[in-house]
């Protein structure tokens, strides 16, 4: 890609590289690098004036949950009965929106888009008052 100086990379980390997600550790703190090291890439690549206008261009992707019918909640973990429908993804869902940020150049994607503002909030917003947000939505796994 540098030597052309055009491409699109894209990472799919999760909503967990927002907050951390109880329970989730591991998982949390690998979502975090994530989203750090494409801002990294992202810098460097600016650096070199090969970021953005038509050169290269990020996307990071971060969904929330995928529907326990599509076999795609994490090994071992149980996601709060009564969560909201909105949260739980199909890979479907999850595939859009990968596409969408490329054609649209987002950089950074949240899955649903209602969570953007969430995120953009956990910037503002102290700790305490986010977790009471996410406690509200439902986002989070019981213990097992």
Known sequence: MIKRGRGHIVSVASMAACMG???????SASKFGSLGFMEAVQDELRRMELYGR??????????????????????????KPGMSPELQLTPAQVAASILSAV????????????????????????????????????????ER
Do not use: W
Request: net charge positive.
């Open 103 to 142: 054609q649209y150049r987002h950089t950074l994607v949240c899955v649903p888009a209602s969570l953007q503002r969430s995120f953009m909030l956990r910037g503002l917003l102290p700790l305490h008052a986010c977790r009471a947000i996410q406690d509200f939505e439902g986002a989070y796994f019981d």
């Open 21 to 27: 997600v109880a329970y989730c550790t591991d998982y």
């Open 54 to 79: 038509n050169r290269i261009f990020l996307s990071t992707v971060c969904p929330t949950f995928l529907d326990p019918g599509s076999g795609g909640v994490l090994v071992g973990k149980s996601v």
